[in-house]
């Protein structure tokens, strides 16, 4: 089972365009194997929809994790 990763704003630095993990089951297990540093929150998106830490993946699908922004007063 294979896995497309894609990240954007600060998370470009620690993850390759692009990049594949195997035999992953859920978006948490994913996002462990990735090892990145503490980005705080994130919003996760499989196949364009959001989603939550345990939901499941599937062969061919694309995980999309966006840094969380917030700020203002």
Known sequence: MSITIKVAGNL????????????????????ERLAMPDVGS???LVNGQMVHWHT?????????????????S
Not at 12 to 31: C, F, N
């Open 12 to 31: 470009r630095r620690h993850i390759p365009p692009d990049a594949q993990l195997q035999e992953v089951s859920t978006v948490g297990q994913a996002i």
């Open 42 to 44: 994130l919003l996760m």
């Open 56 to 72: 499941e993946l599937q062969d061919g699908d694309t995980l999309e994790l966006i840094p969380a922004i917030c700020g203002g």
